[in-house]
Structures are given as C-alpha cells and as structure tokens.
C-alpha cells in the first residue's frame, strides 16, 4: 500500500501553499527533541496554578447543594457575614451581570436564586481573609429547601410524566444520520446482531486541582489566571457575568497538571465565580476546589445507552446498521449540544457510532437529554470513546457468530481511500486504517494466537485463561464548527531568537514543544532559539479551545503562515549582503546559504539585524481556519471534520475464572497519525491514552446513589496506576494529510478510543462472555462467567 509521497499543499483561505518537503530535508520536524519544558518540570520548578500564592489575597468558597432537584424558598446569610474575617456573602441577587454561564449555553447559574439541579449546584458564596474562615462562613449559612422529584435516567427523562428540569422539558437536543434504505438493507442481511450497551459517568481524575486567582485592577479591568483548556472561552463568559466588554477581561493561563477536557469546562466555573467575588469586594480572589469538591461538580465523560444493530451478508459484508443514542447530559448543557454544523460530544457521537467501516444503510438517532446528574462535557475523545465500545464490540460479536476471524471481518469493511463514511463524506486523503491493521497483526503475532472462545466446559479445567482481541477506530482533527480557526503573532529579534504569542495551552501532551519545532523548521532557527509566551488572552490572537485534537494542524499551519513575511526579510537582507538572488537562497540551521553553493552564506542572525536595520517586517500574523465542515442537521449528510486519525489495537489478557478479575498483559496499538512532528512524544500520547483506554474498561466509574456521587476521593475513585501498565507497544504509519503542516494530524485523543473494546474482547475471547456495561469490574466478569456456566452455553 502506497504512502502518499513527499509534496503536499495545504487551502488556506483559497491560496494553495507549498508546503516543505518532508522527511530527509527537515532539521527539527520529526525529530525527538527533548520537551522545552522537561528540566522544569523534572527538577519541579515548574509553578502550577496551586504553587502560585498571591499576598492579600481573599479566599473564596462556594456553598452547594445536597438534593439533586430542589426549590430554593430562602436563604439566610446574616451569621455567615458576622464571622470575623469575612469580607463578603454573596447570593444570586449580587451576580452584577448575566447569572449564567457555560461553554456553549449559559444555562449553568453562577448562583442559584430559585431552584438547584444536581448535588453540587452552587447557592452561595464567601470571600474570606482565611480558607479557614470562609469555610466557617460557609457552614453558617442557612438554606430552606422544597425538595423536588428527581430523574436519573435519560430514558426516564424523556417519558411525559417525568420530573420536569426545565421548563421547556428535558430534551435539550437531537441528532441524526440517515443514508440509503434502512429496511432495504436489513431485508438483504444473511445475519442480524442487535444489542444495548451502556457506559457510565467518569471522572477526568486529572491530579492538579482546579485553582485561579481573579484580580481586579483600579481601571475597571480584571484579570483571571488559572489552568484553563480554553482561556478565550473563559474570558467570554466572565465578560457578561461581571456586565463588562470583553476587553476588559485578561485572562492568563498558568502550567496545567492534567486536564482531559475537563479543563475546558472547570475554568469557566471556577473562574466566573471567582471573578465575581473578586469584582464585588475590588480586592484579589483565590480560589481553589478541594479533590472532593472537583469530583462533586465538575463536568463529567457523557454516560450513554445505545442499542446498536448490525446487519451483514454471509460472506461477512455489511449492508445496514442502525443505532438510537440516549446520552445523558445531567443537569447543565456545558459541551453537549451541537455546535453548528457538527461540534459538540452529541453530534460528534451520532457521526462516529457507524465507526470506520463502509455501510450503504444507515440510521442514527442520538437524544440529549436533561438529568438530575452531574452535567457531562469534555473528556478525552469527545462522545467517540462510548460509541467505539459499541459498534467494535457488536463486530467482534457480529464475527463469532459467523465463525469469522475478527481481524478478516474487519479488513474486509473497513475505510480505504476513496470510501464512503455513515454521512457520505467521500474520504480522498490521508486514510492509513487497513496499514495500521496489517502493521498491528504483524507485530502482535494475532494469527497465531487468536482462535476462538473455548467451549463451556473447558472454563473448569483451568483457573486462569489467557485470550486476545482488537478494536479499531477514527477520530476527527479539528471541532467540526464554521468558526473553528487558530492566531498567532510570531516575533523575529535582531539576535535570529523568536518569540510565539499564541493562545492554545499546555498540560503535558507537549503543544509548547512541537509548535516551537514547526517554528523553528519554518524560519531556519534552533530549537532553542525560539520560546513561547505564556498564553494571555490581552497578547495572543484568538486560538480556539486546545482540544478535539487540532492543535498540532491548525496552529501548526498558522505558524507557518505568520512565518512567510519574515522569511521574505530574511531572504532579502541576506540576498543584499551575498549578492544572490533571494530565488538560490535556503534558510536552515541559523544560517541562510546559496542552494548552488552552501559554502556561501550569512548567519541568520546577521540577516536579522540587517532586517532591523533596514526596517523590514520582523513579525508575522498567522490565521488558520480548516476547510469549512458541513453536517445536514436533518440527515446528518456531510462532511462533518476535514480529515481522520486512524487505530488499530490489539490487547492480550489473563481472566481469573474464579474470581473474574482481568490482567492486560501487553497491547499493540498502531496509529495513522500523518506526519509526527516529535515521534517520542508521539509514543508517549499512546502510551498515555492505552492507559486510559485501560481504565475505561476495567476500572473507571462515578458511582451514582439518588444523585449523589459515592466516590468523590482517589481512594475510591479507582484509576489505573503503573502497576496495572501492560506491555505497550506504540507504532505509527506517516500518511501525510494535506491540509496538515508537514503533513500532521491529531493525536491527542485518538489512543484511548479503541483500547476499551479491544481488552473487553479479549475478555469475551479468553472466556466467551460478552461484556455490555462497562466497566468489565471483577463482579461484573464473574457474574457473567457463573452465568455461562449455569446455563451450559
């Protein structure tokens, strides 16, 4: 199979741009440099957003609720204001602009004046010179609830007598996607497969708190810093809660310790509370959320339930597919609903659920829909990893019914290029699937290992049984909205060192790292020559939030745009000083030199000062915006996202028959990743997602009790640890994508999608029960396994 070869042009705003050759040319793209910020980080010099104390600071502190649904009759806050030290309680009533906010709808109160919606809805505020104290407040405040009946359940949800959330109902928004002829398809099946899974809640378990200091200054600006995924969002929801332009608005990001999303959402919350304390005293705010507290009302993964049915011929050809998505919101819209045409996690979900396979008939239905849980948003994959669960284990399913080897089945439907996706999206670049397919069986040795589940009674001949199985999946790169686009100002000085004033963050997966490798690559310098400046929302252009895996393409592309202008005064400074057409002229390694004669050349640096001196453009605006997506939302025909990263990953485990608990004992994941810009940290994104692939299928829940959360801590909350890390083996195919700088795509969320049905598969293989609820927990094997045995099957 052909790799699409060295040239690529990326579109960018109707201007074809040639982009570098890539591989052998390159000196800092594809390379394993070492991280700009390792030594920081290793030595712990870093300052995160909990290290950074502010002298004078107040301390604030949020009262919450602890009925899931309830009216608010009457709130007393006289003794909490008569606590000495106490600077300010605040209510509803004190919000000075918009009592909303939210990532998408401001349907979440910064303070609740009527009426609560889940465990963890905020009621009141303090701001106090201590935490101590403003705990003390906190606890004197007096709350007089009517407690309201409470759903649960999306399907309850959505029934005509259930408790009503909002006034307009619980529904909050409906996707689909519909191709063909649904019942044509199924008539023309030799075999039909129908099942209901479910996935629960989780918590992003990131390690570093949530934490932001507000500031407000004596020209009526303010200034919030913090870890944020998405400072730009932030600053617009602050803007209307304090009842102020934008502008005056500054928010600062500080080093994040771990966010998966969450920190797309947490930030806004945290942030417009703080903000309006901050505001309302006119002095600087800390606040910070405790463990508990962050579990208790921060976003959380969507949980679903999806009944998925597949059709297929006898030779194992797919000819129909048809799902019905309940997701659950909880209790606030946050990342839920569609962004126009295709972001947000409901749409995106109803897009992936036929997952990467040719299928001529499909039909897709996806309800979000209100609850009196915690309210679901960002989490690493963005609604894909739910419906990967699903439609790989259906196939996997789908294969030992028909006797087929799962691999087979998959290769014989899975996308090539030139294929057609669920919403007739033709894909015409970049589509490395079956590669990573081959790469994978090849490496994990599966032909010589798989075979089927063992009959019933071989499961009492031994305690432990070793079994394999693979999933594969595609994730999109970039948001899937018109208004998806990424700034950046990039600054040359008279010394060849450059600065980079953009606005994506970074929180370990190595953004500062590789953009300053296509920064350096685009205009010639050493790595270390070139730094980026803390994102601040008052310097930076507009960069968008830093997740659904765009911002290696999009940013990386804008770089190379902000470059072309001080690259054209480079080319022209040196070309005065060697007497050589700017045309012969190359700029690599701080140096720029004649092609004909490299021995010909001027340090960068000289043509940079010659540029200052002669009063050329030593700056450049960049601006990146992908091709437009197009998703009808009646349908769902179109071509939702620009291009697609592709997995393949294939998982050995141990079952303990007797007590069902699951080992992986090693995991093969290949990705088509496009270009890799840095391939170790490349390796360390898969590494990292596998494990949280890993925990997703055996471990991972938010346990729900009458609304309220059982495992608020880490002792409890249990999330995969190094002792539960297999055999990892990370391999990566290069099928460039055209519109990607150097030919990139993401990679972010792709590694944890397909690790959950691949080990939960592997279950299935090792001892022949199906898994339909995650997580695969040693009861719920168990269970299954006696289950098997007493009904002999």
């Known amino acids: 199979m052909e790799k699409e070869k060295t040239k690529k042009k ?15 040319e390159l000196s800092t793209v594809g390379k394993s440099v070492i991280r700009v910020d390792a030594y920081d980080k290793v030595r712990g010099k870093l300052q995160y957003g909990a290290d950074i104390d502010y002298p004078g600071a107040l301390h604030g502190k949020v009262l919450r609720s602890p009925y899931p649904h309830a009216l608010i009759k009457k709130i007393d806050t006289e003794k909490a204001k008569e606590v000495p030290g106490v600077v300010a309680v605040l209510t509803a009533k004190d919000v000075p602009g918009r009592n909303g906010f939210g990532a998408i709808v401001p349907d979440q109160p910064v303070l609740c004046g009527d009426k609560v919606r889940f465990v963890g809805d905020g009621v009141a505020m303090v701001a106090a010179i201590s935490e101590d104290i403003a705990f003390k407040a906190i606890e004197q405040i007096e709350v007089e609830y009517e ?22 109902g619980n529904l909050l928004t409906t996707s689909r996607v519909e191709k063909g002829d649904i019942e044509k398809g199924f008539k023309e099946a030799d075999i039909v497969l129908e099942r209901t899974y479910t996935v629960p809640i989780l918590e992003h378990a990131y390690i570093e708190p949530d934490v932001v200091i507000a500031i407000p200054h004596p020209d009526g600006t303010i200034t919030v810093k913090g870890p944020m995924q998405a400072p730009f969002t932030v600053r617009r929801n602050i803007a209307p809660v304090l009842g102020i332009p934008i502008n005056k608005v500054q928010c600062v990001q500080t080093p994040i310790g771990g966010g998966f999303g969450g920190k797309e959402d947490s930030p806004i919350d945290i942030g417009a509370r703080a903000a309006v304390l901050a505001w309302k005293t006119g002095k600087p705010v800390r606040m910070e959320f405790d463990r508990e507290e962050i579990t208790l009302s921060t976003c959380k993964r969507h949980p679903m339930i999806i009944t998925c049915k597949i059709g297929a011929k006898k030779d194992g050809t797919f000819v129909a597919l048809e799902g019905t998505i309940y997701n659950e919101q909880g209790a ?27 299928i001529p008939n499909v039909k897709i239905e996806g309800y979000l829909v209100y609850t009196n849980h915690p ?6 994959g963005f609604g894909a990893p739910q419906v990967n669960f699903v439609h790989e284990s259906l196939i996997d399913e789908l294969a030992a019914l028909m006797k087929m080897d799962p691999y087979q089945l998959r290769m014989k439907n899975c996308f090539e290029l030139g294929s057609e996706t669920a919403t007739g999206q033709v894909l015409d670049q970049s589509v490395g699937l079956k590669d990573t397919l081959e790469k994978a069986r090849s490496e994990f040795h599966w032909n010589p290992k798989w075979k089927p589940a063992p009959p019933v009674k071989e499961l009492e001949k031994a305690d432990k049984r070793k079994g394999v199985g693979m999933a594969i999946g595609w994730y999109r790169t ?48 050493a790595l270390e020559d070139v730094r980026i400046v803390t994102p601040d929302t008052d310097v930076a252009p507009e960069s968008g939030p830093t997740v659904g895996s765009r911002s290696t393409t999009l940013m990386g592309n804008a770089i190379l745009l902000a470059a072309e202008p001080i ?74 996202y620009f291009v697609y990263t592709y997995s393949t990953q294939m998982a050995e485990v141990e079952v303990d028959v007797k007590t069902g608990a699951v080992e992986v004992l090693n995991l093969v994941a290949t990705f088509d990743i496009g270009k890799a810009i840095n391939p170790l940290m490349v390796e360390g994104q898969i590494e990292g997602g596998v494990m949280m692939g890993l925990g997703y299928a055996l471990m991972e829940e938010v346990v729900m009790k009458d609304g309220m959360i059982q495992n608020l801590n880490l002792q409890d909350y249990i999330i995969p640890t190094a002792l539960d890390m297999p055999d990892i083996k990370p391999i990566y195919v290069e099928y460039l994508n055209a519109y990607g700088p150097f030919g990139a795509k993401g990679i972010g969320e792709m590694p944890n999608i397909p690790a959950a049905p691949a080990i939960t598969n592997a279950i299935a293989n090792a001892v022949g029960v199906r898994i339909y609820d995650l997580p695969a927990h040693p009861e719920r094997v168990y269970t299954a396994i006696k289950k098997r045995v007493a009904e002999g099957t």
Not at 621 to 630: E, H, N, R
Request: with cysteine.
């Open 332 to 358: 606030y819209a946050s990342l839920g609903p569609v962004i126009p045409p295709a972001g947000g996690v409901h749409a995106h979900a109803v897009v992936m659920l036929a997952g990467p396979y040719m």
């Open 478 to 525: 970039s948001i899937g909205t018109y208004g998806d686009g990424c700034g950046v100002n990039l600054h040359l000085q008279e010394d060849g060192s450059v600065l980079i004033f953009q606005g994506l963050t970074e929180m370990g997966q190595g953004i500062c790292t590789v953009l300053s490798q296509i920064a350096a690559e685009a205009l010639g310098t």
């Open 147 to 168: 407690v309201l009946p409470a759903v649960f359940s999306p399907i309850e949800a959505l029934k005509p007598d259930a408790p009503k959330i909002y006034d307009k």
């Open 375 to 380: 309210y679901g948003g960002a989490m690493r």
């Open 10 to 24: 990326v579109l960018v705003k109707e201007k074809v741009l040639e982009m570098p050759p890539v591989m052998a």
């Open 567 to 640: 690259r054209r005064s480079l080319l022209e400074s040196a070309s005065e000083l060697l007497v050589i057409p700017m045309e012969r002229l190359v700029i690599k390694n701080r140096r720029v030199y004649d092609r004909d004669d490299p021995n010909r050349f001027v340090d960068l640096k000289e043509a940079a000062r010659r540029s200052m001196a002669m009063g050329r453009r030593m700056m450049g605006q960049g601006w990146y915006a992908p091709p437009k997506p197009s998703f009808h939302p009646e349908t769902g025909q179109g071509s939702p």
